[in-house]
């Protein structure tokens, strides 16, 4: 069993900044790309960053500049540094993690969401 653990979301004004974090644990033999999803009230759920095991990163248009996706392998963990906010990034997020189980055996896990409030 594999489990995502997040937390650092919170209520913030606009110009704000957060620090989410969210570490694995469990039967893990490596894990590949590791990343935040967020769905707001009303809207589809959207890929915004992530990072795979050679650092390559990739974000979403929105939050380029704004946002910072890292990641410390020792601790199976991924941080997303929130900066700049404003309330259209309200929402839930969600961490996601490719972990191979084993060699031969990778599977996707999800994190239970952190809630990211930015009032105006």
């Known amino acids: 069993q594999v489990q995502l653990v997040e937390s650092g979301g919170g209520l913030v004004q606009a110009g704000g900044s957060l620090r989410l974090s969210c570490t694995a644990s469990g039967t893990i033999y490596s894990i590949d790309e590791m990343g935040w999803y967020r769905q707001a009230p009303g809207l589809q759920r959207e890929l915004i960053a992530h990072?795979?095991?050679?650092?390559?990163?990739y974000y979403k248009e929105s939050v380029k500049g704004r946002f910072t996706i890292s990641r410390d392998n020792d601790k199976n963990t991924v941080h997303l540094q929130l900066n700049s906010l404003n309330p259209e990034d309200t929402a839930i997020y969600y961490c996601?993690?490719?972990?191979?189980?084993?060699?031969?055996?990778?599977?996707?896990?999800w994190g239970q969401g952190t809630q990211v409030t930015v009032s105006s």
């Open positions: 996601y993690a490719e972990v191979m189980t084993s060699s031969y055996s990778q599977s996707l896990f």
């Open positions: 990072i795979n095991s050679y650092d390559n990163t």
